[in-house]
């Protein structure tokens, strides 16, 4: 006579702890015995190490068991449409129930005996890459919805929002004002767990949430959010870096303003080379990564825009030359040209400014901005690269420093560009 036992493993919290293919761990005794032999057991140690294949791969490991008489075991497969066993080898077909036999038909004076497990194989995990189409208007142009899964498995479209869109297929129908809700799902397979990503998309009159990237100012070295605040100028041509009293920065006292100013008494300012900015880091970074994608920084996904507020001394307003260079560094990490020189994605638009007084700035994500730096990247697009990558660094910069209009009542010719940047840089 042969006494057989089996063990269930199931996802528990021992399953979880050492799941890797089948949630479940741990071996079992078993044993058989009467009249005819002496009673043996077998232990069923848990296989664990792969996950189930991707067809037509196939996974697989091995089983292991032992008797305690010391003689050979057999695996036989229970379930086979789920997995199936050759020799000390089982294959996993699909995510399932797998159940297999350790038979040891008796040995050397000892009955026949086996120890069945079922093990769950769980199903791989699969992801919806779906980029917000961003703010649309509301008009009779349809959108066309795009998505996929890192497994290649078709994607379905639906909308919680009837009364503001409706969805047909890949096509989207703007319908009313309001925040259109759309769900990208795969239903997942036999070896794909089922996986869904939402956008909500403005339409017509509804905008995005607002999404600060710097809030206010602690000191002249960092944001309120310990972000640094790098402020930079010179001249490549004569030498006139900054110092002593030819630049500086302050902050107000409520912590809301940030003023940089470079002062310069050029021999020749059409010939000087000079130089102006402010870089403004996100959150608590210090630099950007060195080594790999910067993950720090604002997400966007249907923001339309930079907000800002800034204001600059009058005599470089005056000028013909007073546009502000507005970059946006991305997380995105590239080694560029043949000395794999460390450089990021960035992004920049050209700003003229209307008034030299404080003034509140909107600048279009996709209207106004291209991409500056590439990184020697093809194929690159700049609405994915900004849904793709997190914003690391916002950056001011002069298109041309003052070098044509003096500050009255200086004691030499003295040519000032000077910046003040008020309250929250946002994205909405």
């Given at each position: 006579m042969m006494i057989k036992?089996?063990?269930?493993?199931?996802?528990?919290?021992?399953?979880?702890?050492?799941?890797?293919?089948?949630?479940?761990?741990?071996?079992?005794?078993?044993?058989?015995?009467?009249?005819?032999?002496?009673?043996?057991?077998?232990?069923?140690?848990?296989?664990?190490?792969a996950v189930v294949g991707v067809p037509p791969a196939v996974a697989t490991t091995k089983l292991v068991a032992t008797a305690s008489s010391?003689?050979?075991?057999?695996?036989?497969?229970?379930?086979p449409t789920v997995c199936t066993v050759s020799g000390d080898t089982v294959s996993l077909l699909v995510a399932g129930?797998?159940?297999?036999?350790?038979?040891q038909p008796g040995y050397q004076g000892y009955a026949a005996a086996s120890h069945s497990q079922i093990f769950v194989i769980p199903k791989r995990?699969?992801?919806?890459?779906?980029?917000?189409?961003?703010?649309?208007?509301?008009?009779?142009?349809?959108?066309t919805l795009a998505a996929a899964t890192n497994t290649g498995q078709p994607v379905v479209f639906t909308t919680s929002t009837p009364a503001v869109c409706s969805v047909s297929g890949t096509s989207l129908s703007k319908l009313a004002n309001g925040l259109c809700v759309v769900t990208a799902k795969q239903d997942g397979s036999d070896i794909f767990a089922a996986a869904a990503t939402v956008k909500n998309i403005p339409i017509g009159t509804e905008q995005a949430a607002a999404v600060p990237f710097l809030t206010g100012y602690k000191d002249t070295s960092q944001t309120k959010?310990?972000?640094?605040?790098?402020?930079?100028?010179?001249?490549?041509?004569d030498g006139w870096y900054c110092g002593s009293n030819w630049c500086g920065s302050s902050v107000s006292s409520d912590g809301a303003s940030f003023t940089y100013f470079y002062n310069i008494q050029p021999k020749d300012p059409a010939g000087i080379g000079a130089y102006w900015g402010i870089k403004l880091f996100a959150g608590t970074l210090t630099e950007l990564a060195k080594n790999g994608d910067t993950l720090t920084g604002v997400r966007i996904d249907a923001q339309a825009a930079v907000k800002f507020n800034m204001a600059m001394n009058s005599e470089w307003f005056s000028t013909s030359n007073n546009a502000v260079n507005v970059d946006l560094a991305l997380g995105h990490f590239a080694l560029k040209g043949k000395d794999k020189e460390a450089c990021n994605v960035t992004l920049r638009a050209v700003v003229k400014p209307t008034a030299a007084a404080a003034t509140d700035y909107s600048v279009s994500l996709r209207d106004k901005f291209?991409?500056?730096?590439?990184?020697?990247?093809?194929?690159?697009?700049?609405?994915?690269?900004?849904?793709?990558?997190?914003?690391?660094?916002?950056e001011f910069s002069a298109a041309g420093v003052n070098t044509s209009v003096s500050t009255p009542g200086a004691a030499a010719l003295t040519f000032t560009t000077k910046l003040t940047l008020t309250g929250a840089i946002t994205f909405q």
């Open positions: 036992e089996a063990t269930r493993f199931q996802l528990s919290a021992i399953g979880l702890a050492c799941m890797a293919l089948l949630a479940g761990c741990g071996g079992g005794g078993g044993g058989g015995g009467g009249s005819g032999g002496a009673v043996q057991t077998i232990a069923f140690d848990f296989p664990g190490g010391g003689g050979p075991i057999t695996f036989t497969s229970n379930t129930e797998c159940s297999v036999t350790a038979t995990p699969q992801m919806v890459v779906f980029r917000n189409p961003g703010w649309q208007a509301l008009d009779a142009q349809p959108v959010e310990l972000g640094t605040v790098s402020p930079y100028s010179g001249s490549s041509v291209t991409i500056n730096e590439s990184c020697g990247l093809t194929g690159l697009d700049l609405w994915n690269e900004l849904q793709d990558y997190p914003i690391s660094k916002v």
